[in-house]
């Protein structure tokens, strides 16, 4: 992989999609002071809201030479990020760096 990356750019995207249960509030008789929301599973009154993003970062890695790559590998540092690699990067440096 570190091969076909070597000179290229390539982008990190990272996509989070959050799903969240709201309800619409029951009337309930007055002696209640704690009223219920109704389960969401099967409800006509449950309604969802959903919220939708994506962070992208534009990673350029430097040329790398075959000799290079053989001591970055035996180093074993590839095994967790090749960051060290790269030339430059255009975004969100934290969204490419996890």
């Not at 590998?73 to 490419?96: H, I, Q, T, Y």
Request: glycine share 6%.
């Amino acid at each position: 992989m570190l091969r076909r990356l070597s000179g290229q750019q390539h982008s990190v995207i990272t996509g989070v999609a959050i799903l969240r249960p709201l309800w619409r509030r029951q009337l309930q008789e007055p002696s209640s002071t704690c009223p219920e929301a109704p389960e969401a599973e099967g409800d006509p009154e449950a309604e969802v809201e959903l919220s939708l993003f994506h962070e992208e970062t534009r990673v350029t890695f430097s040329r790398l030479s075959e000799p290079l790559l053989c001591e970055y590998v035996e180093s074993r540092e590839p095994l967790d990020k090749a960051g060290a690699l790269a030339e430059r990067m255009e975004g969100d440096f934290f969204n490419a760096l996890g």
